[in-house]
DNA sequence: AATGAATGAGCGTTCATTCAT
DNA sequence: TATGAATGAACGCTCATTCAT
C-alpha cells in the first residue's frame, strides 16, 4: 500500500513510492473523484462508484487511497490546488494592481458559471462544517486566495493598515463567493452576471480607494 | 397514513387529518430531523437516526413522513418558513426604509454566526445541486427574502427601474450570504462580523442612493 | 370484531354478526383482495394494499379479517365458491350427458383464456403446496369439480367401476387444467384453443365409451 | 464483482471471472435458493434466508448475485436446464419412437411425484404470470421439452403435419402437466399415477396413429 | 498493481399486527 | 365501524473495509 497520497494520513511508514503506472492511476481516481462528487453530491459519493468510473475494482482503489477519507482529502487538494494556480496565473498576467483587481474578479466570479465551481463550492462549504481537516483545508486555500486582494488593495492605497487589507480582502471574496447560488450554473439568476460583476469591480474599487473602512477591535 | 404533512405532496386526497397528539410527534420529528441535520450533515442524516432522537421507532416515523423525501422536504420548509417570519417581524419593526435596510442585514448577518444558521444554508446550498425540488424550495425563499431589499431601494431611491432594484437586492443578499463560511459559528473570521456588517450597510446604501447601477441586458 | 367472515378463525366467539354496511365492505374487501393477487400475484399481496385498493385504513380492513391468513382464506372461498356455481349452472343446462361433458368441458377450457382464470389458479396451485388450509380448500374443489365427469362418465357409459370414473374425472380435469399455462391469457400458445378443446373432449368421450381403463390397486 | 453468473444479465463486460472458490460459492448459493424456493415457497424466499442456509452473509451472497432477481433468474435457469439435461438422457436411451414416448411420458409423469418437482412447477406457473422474464424462460423450457414430443409424433405417424405435431405436444405436455396439483408429493390422488401413465400413454399413442387431430386456423 | 471473496453495519422501506381513540 | 399511532421484524440493497490470491 502506497499511502504517500496527499490527505488525511497518519502513519507515514518509509516505503517506496509508487510506480509511474500507478501515478496515473491516482490522477483518474482524483478526476474521477471530483466528477462523480460534482455529479451526484457528497452524499452520494462511495468509493464503490468512484472505482466503477475509473474501470477499477474496489480493492484496487483501496490500495491507492487506503481510506474513504483518504481519497476524498486527496481529491479536495488536487482541485484546490488546480484552481488556485489558475488563480496565480490570472494574477501574474496583470500589468496594474487596478487591472489585476478587475481581472481575478471578473475570472472569479465568471468561473461561478461554471458547473464544476457551482456544483463543487457549495459541496466544500457543507463539508467544513462536519469535518475539522476539510474546514482547514478550505480556510487554507481561501487565505491564500484573499492574500491577493490584500496586496491588491495595499498597493492601490498604500495608506490601508493591515488589518483594514484583511478587512476589505474577506469582503471581496466573501462577496464573490455568495454570488454562487444565484448566478451559477442553471441557476435563476445566471443571466445577471456582467451587472453583478460590475457592482463587484465598483465597490471593491471605491472601498479601497476610499479607505472608509471601518476600524477593527475583535481579536479572536 | 396522515402523509399530510408539508412538502413534495401532490395529490390532496380529503382524508381526514392527524389527531392532536400526530401534530405534536410531526413538530418533534421535524425539530429532530433539523437537529440531526445540523450536527451531522446531510450526507449523514438518516430516518433512523431521526427516529431514535425522537425515541420512536423508525416504522411509526413513515407513518408521519412517508419516504425520506417527504421528511427532508417537510423538514426544510419548516425551516425555511420560520425564518422568513423571523424576517417579516425584523422588517415590520423598522420605522423608515433606511432603518429597515440596516436592522434587516444586521439581522440576517449576525444571524449567520448561529450554530444552525452556520451550518444549515450551506447544507442547502449544496443539496440545490442535487436536488430539483429543493432548489425550488430554496429559490422561491431567496426570492421573497430579496423582496425586501427590492421594496426598500425604491423607497429610497424611487428613480431605481425594477430590475435596478432586483439587481441591487441580489448583490446584498449574495453578499451577505457568502459570509457565511467566514464569519460563521466557529470559522476563523467571526470576530471581524461587525466591521462586515458596517461595509455592508454603508455599500449597500451608497449603491442604492448613487443609483450608479449598470442597466442590464440578459434575459435568460 | 366480527370475525365471523369464513376462513381460518379458531376462536368462534358468539358475538353479533356484522351490520349491513359491514356485509358490503367484506364483499368490497374480498373482490379488492382478489384482483390484487391477480395483480400482483401472492408474492406481493399484502393486506395494506388491499385497504389501499378499498380506500379504507389498514386497521379497518384488519377489524373485518383479523388477520392475513382470515382475509386470504376468505377470499379463496369466495372465488372458489362463486366458480363452483358457475360450473352448477352450466351443467344443470344441458339437456343430455354428453352434452353436457361438452359444455362443461368448452366452458371451463374456454374460460382459462380470461386473465383471472389464468393468474387465479397457478396461484392457488403454487399455495397448496405451502399451506395446508389452502391446500384443503383446492382439494376439496376440486373434487366437487370431478364430481360432475364422474357422473357424467357413469351416465354414458353404466358399466365403469365408480373408481373407474374417479379415474376418469381426474383425467380429463387434470388435462385441462394442465392448459393454463400454455394456452391462458397472454401465453404463446393460446391460439390453439380450439384445437385443444376438440382433442379433450373426442378423447374423453374416447375414454368413456370404450371403458378401456386400467384397473387400479393403490390405496394410499 | 462476478456478476457474470447466468440469469438477467445484457451486456458481457470482458472481467475475469471468479476463481474457482467462488464458482463452487455459486453452486452452492443456487442449490440453496432452489431448496429454499421449494421449502417455503416464492412468496417466503429472500436472499437474507438463502445467505443463512449457504451460510454466509447477505453481502457476500449479493457479491455473487448482484439483485435478488439475478439470484432468481440465475436460480431457475439452473434448475431448467439441468431438467432438459436429464430429458435428453431419456429421450436418447430408447431404440424406437414408441418406446421413447412411453419412457418419456413415463419418467415425467414418475417425476411428478418428487417433491422437487411438484413444489417447483407451480411456482414457476405462478411466477411467469407476474414476471416477463420467468415467463420467457419457462415458454423455451417448454418449447425444448415439447418439440421431444413433435419429433416422436412426426416418426410415428409420418402423415401428420407439423401444426399437427405441435398441437399432439402440447396437448401430451399439458396433459401431463395438469397432473402435478392431483397426483403429486402428498397430494390426495397420488395413488393414480400409474393409471394415469397408462391412460395418457394410450392416449397419445392413439391421437398419434389415428392422425384425427382437428386442422388449426388460428395464427396469432 | 490488481481482483475476488467476505464481513458487518447501516440504509429506506414494507409489513402484520396491536391498540387508543 | 372507523382512523391514526405505534412497534418490531424483515426485506433488498449499498457501503467501507479487510484479506487471500
Redesign the pocket.
Known sequence: M?ENAPGRQKKNMPKRG??K??LE?QKQILEAAKNLLIDEGYH??????V?KRV??????????F??????VSAMLDHVISRYLLELEVIKNKASSPKECLISVIEFVTRDLQTRDTTVFFPEIWSLSNHDEYINTLMQQMYKVYRRIYEDIALQINPSLTEQQGRLIALFISATIEGHTMFIGYKKSNNGMCEGVIKMICSTALQIIESGDIPAERAKN
Chains 1, 2, 3, 4 share one sequence.
Not at 475494482?57 to 490500495?63: A, F, I, K, V
Not at 487506503?66 to 481519497?71: H, I, N, V
Open positions: 502506497p509508487p510506480y503506472a500507478g492511476r452520494n459519493f462511495s468509493i464503490r462508484k472505482a474501470g477499477i475494482s474496489p480493492g484496487n482503489l483501496q490500495h491507492h487506503a481510506t474513504r477519507d483518504d481519497l
